[in-house]
């Protein structure tokens, strides 16, 4: 098994460029979140989703948008980048828990800087 | 709201030291716990994670401890190595979604 795979691993835009990152996993892991982790702010929640076809909001969703139409994809887009976004993105996944005790399996991080 | 401290926020410790890092958590009614450790430029790999019904977790050189009505887990390293230097994250969950702390940095010096 992969796990958590994302691409890219870097990329570097400009102001008011677009793109997605891609997270992908073979596990059949029901849950899937996105995190961006900044030197003193530690990981904070984007988006996630708890299953094929749903997503909601975390702690800092503004300016990203995310969609999770086959169960092992979560992608995270960026419509128009700005340099607050510069950092580096997690992506990971759950399996589904009867016991609510849900173990999170890391992706590598995209590192992105806005210019 | 759910808020987790890691203290402290760096620790440098010679080879060989037994060392104790500290996670706080605000809200007890958490289901789990889950250690996670960081090397520099990488992702999160998963150290522990500890179930509220246990009060222990042990894997290796690592013990984690979990005391829910205090609001505190202890990652405890046995016979620290220099590999063992990197960021350790305590996590846990409000709903779906993790809680994290903001990490201890550890150094151990050969």
């Known amino acids: 098994n992969a796990g958590v795979t994302q691409t890219p691993k870097f990329r570097v835009l400009k102001t008011g460029q677009s793109m997605t990152l891609l997270c992908a996993q073979d596990?059949?892991?029901?849950?899937m979140y996105w995190y961006r982790q900044d030197p003193g702010m530690g990981l904070r929640l984007i988006h996630y989703s708890v299953g094929e076809g749903t997503t909601a909001k975390g702690e800092v969703p503004d300016g990203y948008n995310v969609s999770r139409l086959k169960k092992q994809n979560f992608l995270l887009g960026l419509e128009s980048a700005a340099p607050s976004q510069t950092s580096v993105y997690f992506c990971?996944?759950?399996?589904?828990?009867?016991?609510?005790?849900?173990?999170?399996?890391f992706g590598p991080g995209t590192r992105l800087t806005v210019t | 709201k759910q808020e987790v401290t890691q203290i402290p926020a760096a620790l440098s410790v010679p080879e060989g030291e037994n060392l104790v890092l500290n996670c706080s958590f605000t809200d007890s009614a958490i289901y789990n716990l889950q250690w996670f450790r960081q090397d520099p430029g990488k992702g999160l790999t998963s150290l522990l994670l500890i179930q509220s019904s246990q009060r222990e977790q042990t894997s290796g050189r690592l013990n984690a401890s979990l005391d829910k009505s205090s609001g505190r887990s202890t990652l405890y390293i046995a016979a620290s190595q220099p590999g063992d230097s990197a960021t350790y994250l305590c996590a846990v969950p409000g709903g779906y979604k993790y809680i994290f702390g903001t990490g201890t940095r550890l150094k151990v010096l050969a």
């Open positions: 990971a996944s759950s399996p589904e828990s009867d016991s609510l005790v849900y173990e999170q399996y």
């Open positions: 596990m059949n892991h029901e849950y």
